[in-house]
């Protein structure tokens, strides 16, 4: 059976890794003897109509598609016109934003055939085969479908692998691996991304991505992908995509001393929280070649980290930034302001904030405001305020929904606000005492981006 995995494009511009979860599922669909090719339309982008000639022309049995709630729209325009075209083609789709609206998108798009929710390795080789075999697809874990009779039916969940050694290394021979050609820091260095656990065991409020527990790769395994990475690919730059990568000390430690002992030259950089650092563990991993750490420190009053399931505290945010920056790591301090509740106070404190951690040597602070996404804590309280009307479908709503929560439960629609939210972030920058041109430049793009949005709104409204 010949099966198409793919990732839809993005509107704008931005730095693309590849897609590793593609790549986990299409290295165990390949093991399965599958043939399996893989296309990542956020790389080779070509337009809609000429992505959709190419696909029915190539004859697929099955298409894969996985996307993310920021793109999930490009995503159903491309089921949709997939279906049209050809509709004996089974469609399945995954990934974040599917996983946590499965049930909305099979009431709203007809022509999604199944969900595959969260990790999908197992479940979509099982899926594959009952459908190949003409079985039902009763008896596959972690899917949700319709059934002869046209109902909707969600399985349940697919118990989380423990072992996740035993999951293949993405299959990164099926991707045009040259394209990714991305550098994040200014050496020009490609950089790619991989994954040393799974898992969060936090419980933060604006994120969907908790499963109150962790599971860790073997660090020489792990270390194994990035030698095979850096030789095969000529890889020396890496993103590390953990959730929480200093959650465990020990794990740290083995990998770092694994990647020293090898000689390893590598950059790379890692997601930590201000609570999982100390001095020690950060000095090891600048010495095995960490030269970035990104917290999210998300606001600047001990009240709203409160409120959003936080679990941090001043005291160590300040330790872990001044103990980051002694020690010569670039730090990525990310900020979020509009959650609920949050008053014109409120936003004074995350402001001086900011100012603050920002006259750290090699700190930069990014801030933005507050995202409802699906399955959240947020979206929850969205939905007890009436701020997200009653009929409200993920996968029908046009305008995604970026909300300034406020004290008085009123809400103010992100698109109307454009200009003034950019001019806001224009002068929280001024206050900066290491801003730079090329961050002037990068918020003036984004400036017109915006005002040819509310252009192309408004245009919209009138006709």
Not at 45 to 56: D, G, H, T
Not at 60 to 77: H, V
Not at 286 to 306: D, N, P, Q
Not at 399 to 417: A, G, L
């Given at each position: 059976?010949?099966?198409?995995?793919?990732?839809?494009?993005?509107?704008?511009?931005?730095?693309?890794?590849?897609?590793?979860?593609?790549?986990?599922?299409?290295?165990?669909?390949?093991?399965?003897?599958?043939?399996?090719?893989?296309?990542?339309?956020?790389?080779?982008?070509?337009?809609?109509?000429?992505?959709?000639?190419?696909?029915?022309?190539?004859?697929?049995?099955?298409?894969?598609?996985?996307?993310?709630?920021?793109?999930?729209?490009?995503?159903?325009?491309?089921?949709?016109?997939?279906?049209?075209?050809?509709?004996?083609?089974?469609?399945?789709?995954?990934?974040?934003?599917f996983s946590a609206t499965a049930i909305d998108a099979l009431k709203n798009i007809r022509e999604i055939d199944v969900v595959v929710r969260n990790e999908g390795e197992i479940t979509a080789c099982e899926l594959l085969d009952a459908y190949y075999e003409q079985r039902s697809f009763e008896s596959v874990l972690g899917i949700t479908f319709r059934?002869?009779?046209?109902?909707?039916?969600?399985?349940?969940?697919?118990?989380?692998?423990?072992?996740?050694?035993?999951?293949?290394?993405?299959?990164?021979?099926?991707?045009?691996?040259?394209?990714?050609?991305?550098?994040?820091?200014?050496?020009?260095?490609?950089?790619?991304?991989?994954?040393?656990?799974?898992?969060?065991?936090?419980?933060?409020?604006?994120?969907?991505?908790?499963?109150?527990?962790?599971?860790?790769?073997?660090?020489?395994?792990?270390?194994?992908?990035?030698?095979?990475?850096?030789?095969?690919?000529?890889?020396?730059?890496?993103?590390?995509?953990?959730?929480?990568?200093?959650?465990?000390?020990?794990?740290?430690?083995?990998?770092?001393?694994?990647?020293?002992?090898?000689?390893?030259?590598?950059?790379?950089?890692?997601?930590?929280?201000?609570?999982?650092?100390?001095?020690?563990?950060?000095?090891?991993?600048?010495?095995?070649?960490?030269?970035?750490?990104?917290?999210?420190?998300?606001?600047?009053?001990?009240?709203?980290?409160?409120?959003?399931?936080?679990?941090?505290?001043?005291?160590?945010?300040?330790?872990?930034?001044?103990?980051?920056?002694?020690?010569?790591?670039?730090?990525?301090?990310?900020?979020?302001?509009?959650?609920?509740?949050?008053?014109?106070?409120?936003?004074?404190?995350?402001?001086?904030?900011?100012?603050?951690?920002?006259?750290?040597?090699?700190?930069?602070?990014?801030?933005?405001?507050?995202?409802?996404?699906?399955?959240?804590?947020?979206?929850?309280?969205?939905?007890?305020?009436?701020?997200?009307?009653?009929?409200?479908?993920?996968?029908?709503?046009?305008?995604?929904?970026?909300?300034?929560?406020?004290?008085?439960?009123?809400?103010?629609?992100?698109?109307?606000?454009?200009?003034?939210?950019?001019?806001?972030?224009?002068?929280?920058?001024?206050?900066?005492?290491?801003?730079?041109?090329?961050?002037?430049?990068?918020?003036?793009?984004?400036?017109?981006?915006?005002?040819?949005?509310?252009?192309n709104r408004t245009l919209i409204q009138r006709t």
């Open positions: 059976m010949k099966i198409l995995l793919l990732m839809p494009y993005f509107d704008t511009p931005k730095k693309i890794l590849p897609p590793i979860g593609l790549g986990y599922i299409a290295s165990a669909l390949e093991k399965r003897g599958y043939n399996v090719t893989v296309k990542d339309f956020q790389i080779e982008y070509v337009p809609m109509s000429k992505a959709i000639k190419q696909i029915v022309d190539e004859h697929y049995d099955a298409i894969g598609i996985s996307t993310i709630t920021d793109n999930r729209f490009n995503a159903i325009e491309l089921i949709r016109q997939v279906k049209q075209k050809d509709n004996r083609i089974f469609i399945f789709v995954g990934g974040p934003h059934d002869y009779r046209d109902n909707i039916i969600e399985n349940p969940d697919r118990p989380l692998v423990n072992n996740i050694d035993k999951i293949e290394a993405p299959a990164w021979h099926l991707f045009k691996m040259e394209k990714y050609n991305y550098s994040f820091d200014d050496s020009g260095l490609p950089f790619i991304g991989l994954m040393s656990s799974r898992g969060c065991p936090y419980s933060c409020a604006f994120c969907a991505n908790s499963t109150h527990s962790i599971r860790f790769r073997t660090p020489s395994k792990f270390v194994d992908e990035i030698q095979h990475l850096k030789e095969r690919y000529s890889f020396e730059g890496f993103i590390f995509l953990d959730s929480t990568f200093t959650v465990n000390h020990n794990h740290v430690v083995q990998i770092c001393e694994e990647i020293i002992k090898r000689g390893l030259k590598i950059k790379w950089q890692a997601g930590a929280r201000v609570s999982s650092v100390d001095r020690k563990i950060l000095a090891l991993m600048r010495e095995a070649g960490c030269f970035r750490v990104t917290y999210g420190i998300e606001s600047g009053s001990e009240k709203i980290l409160k409120n959003v399931n936080k679990g941090i505290d001043m005291q160590q945010i300040r330790e872990a930034i001044h103990i980051s920056s002694e020690l010569g790591f670039d730090i990525s301090a990310f900020f979020m302001v509009g959650f609920p509740d949050e008053n014109l106070n409120e936003l004074k404190k995350t402001i001086k904030l900011i100012k603050e951690l920002d006259t750290y040597k090699g700190c930069k602070s990014i801030y933005g405001f507050t995202v409802i996404y699906p399955n959240t804590e947020i979206e929850k309280i969205a939905q007890e305020r009436n701020i997200l009307p009653k009929n409200f479908s993920w996968n029908t709503y046009q305008i995604f929904p970026k909300y300034i929560f406020t004290d008085t439960s009123k809400t103010v629609p992100y698109y109307e606000d454009s200009l003034k939210i950019e001019m806001i972030k224009f002068y929280m920058i001024i206050y900066r005492y290491n801003f730079s041109w090329h961050t002037i430049k990068i918020l003036y793009t984004r400036l017109l981006q915006n005002l040819k949005k509310i252009f």
